[in-house]
Nanobody
Framework: QVQLVESGGGLVQAGGSLRLSCVASGRTFSSDPMGWFRQAPEKEREFVAAIDWSGADPAYADSVKGRFTISRDNAKNTVYLQMNSLKPEDTAVYYC?????????????????WGQGTQVTVSS
């Protein structure tokens, strides 16, 4: 059974940093893209960042560009999201996703596997 387990969320003050991790088990994703999404209360789940199998040419939502960095360690079947200069509007549940149904990062329907999410709360 495939599982994606996120960790690293928590409460942080505005301007602070957090590093999220997502460990996959049940199969290897070393040949697949992996990504991060987030969902704030009463809002739809939105794309944050994605990375292809090689780690080259990562993609970011405009709202996090320059502040967040996605990376991966294929040997550990893990994807990371380094979040710096956090803002209150970054508050959300952050979800890890893996493997694409079709070649598009942004739509949630493009992704096959999802984690359960980790809460990130940024206080002002």
């Amino acid at each position: 059974q495939v599982q994606l387990v996120e960790s690293g969320g928590g409460l942080v003050q505005a301007g602070g940093s957090l590093r999220l991790s997502c460990v996959a088990s049940g199969r290897t994703f070393s040949s697949d893209p992996m990504g991060w999404f987030r969902q704030a209360p009463e809002k739809e789940r939105e794309f944050v960042a994605a990375i292809d199998w090689s780690g080259a040419d990562p993609a970011y939502a405009d709202s996090v560009k320059g502040r967040f960095t996605i990376s991966r360690d294929n040997a550990k079947n893990t994807v990371y999201l380094q979040m710096n200069s956090l803002k209150p509007e970054d508050t959300a549940v952050y979800y890890c996703a893996a493997r694409l149904n079709y070649r598009a990062y942004v739509p949630t329907t493009a992704w096959v596997y999802w984690g359960q999410g980790t809460q990130v709360t940024v206080s002002s």
